[in-house]
């Protein structure tokens, strides 16, 4: 069975909302959070920075390979962020769930 698996990746705020649809809608995802937030950093040699959202996608760790590839694919970043976290502990009813939501398309 495979693990529960917290990513996060930021998206701008144009467009946000359906690229987290599409997450869920191929199973890459069991649930998106998107939060609203303002981003500071470093590109190509500036600091830069804008409005973005975040998204806390709740995944499993056999999703994760798809999951990068679709970013690859699907995100408007030349470098979008993916960062998957393994949380220490998950109840087991949720990750039930998970596990369940996740199964199938988008292996």
């Known amino acids: 069975m495979s693990a529960a698996r917290v990513v996060l990746i930021t998206h701008p705020a144009r ?13 890459l995802a069991a649930c ?13 040699g500036a600091v830069e920075g804008g409005r ?19 970013l690859a694919r699907a995100h408007p970043y030349d470098l979008p962020e993916c960062v998957a976290l393994a949380p220490a502990r998950v109840e087991r009813r949720y990750l039930a769930w998970l596990r369940a939501e996740t199964r199938g398309r988008g292996a």
């Not at 467009?15 to 199973?27: D, N, P, Q, T």
């Not at 959070?33 to 500071?40: C, K, P």
């Not at 973005?52 to 679709?70: G, N």
């Open 15 to 27: 467009g946000a909302r359906a690229f987290a649809h599409g997450l869920v809608e191929k199973r």
């Open 32 to 44: 998106v959070n998107l939060l609203a937030f303002e981003s500071v950093y470093r590109w190509r």
């Open 52 to 70: 973005e959202r975040l998204l806390v996608v709740k995944t499993t760790a056999a999703k994760l390979a798809a999951l990068e590839r679709h």
